[in-house]
């Protein structure tokens, strides 16, 4: 899959996200089901923060000078919201309130950084050359951090309808 392909599957996972939250007042955005689980403002908040950290640790990566030995795998156990994974801190959400506007111009923001990335690589073959270690599913080449924004996203969307049904 080349880098327009991604970028394209990027495009409309975020527009389904987009679509998803549209027309969603503050309390509607910061109502919890539960203590135990986010609201649909955290739940976007979580995937811009983790965007964001996605591409340090690319740039991380892309720096290293030893190309990586590892093989590509699948990341569709993504999906499965069967398997649950405790957020790290780094991109867990905070308990701040948001409106509809905060989570367009949090995700829109991180998007804009990944493609800012995609655009200024020279070799975008150097994502498939080099790996970093993810907290969950170990040693990952780079383009596989990028392929599971989309996955990690759509896992959330479901997220997200489930605290639709509620308010």
């Given amino acids: 899959m080349d880098i327009l392909n991604i970028k394209h ?7 389904e996200l987009l679509a998803l939250i549209h027309g969603l007042n503050k309390a ?3 109502k919890k ?10 739940i976007c908040e979580h995937l811009a923060k ?23 795998g699948s990341l569709n156990v993504m999906l499965d ?27 829109n923001h991180s998007r804009k950084k990944l493609f800012e990335l995609l655009d200024s690589l020279d070799d975008p073959t150097i994502l498939s050359k ?5 907290p969950v599913f170990q040693d990952l080449l780079l383009i596989e951090w990028i392929k599971s924004i989309p996955l990690h996203e759509k896992r959330h969307m479901e ?6 049904q509620d308010v």
């Avoid at 991380?60 to 190309?67: H, L, P, W």
């Avoid at 080099?130 to 993810?134: L, Y």
């Avoid at 997220?159 to 639709?164: C, D, F, P, V």
């Fill in 81 to 107: 919201r069967s398997k649950k994974w405790q957020a790290p801190d780094i991109v867990a959400p905070s308990s701040d309130i948001f409106d509809h506007d905060d989570l367009v111009s949090m995700l």
């Fill in 9 to 15: 599957e990027l495009t409309d996972t975020r527009a």
């Fill in 50 to 72: 983790t965007e964001e950290t996605y591409v340090y640790v690319i740039r991380k990566g892309i720096s290293r000078a030893e190309d990586s030995t590892i093989e590509a």
């Fill in 28 to 30: 509607q955005i910061n």
């Fill in 130 to 134: 080099r790996h970093f270690s993810h």
């Fill in 159 to 164: 997220q997200i309808k489930e605290e639709l």
């Fill in 33 to 42: 089901r539960s203590d135990d689980r986010w609201s649909i403002g955290q």
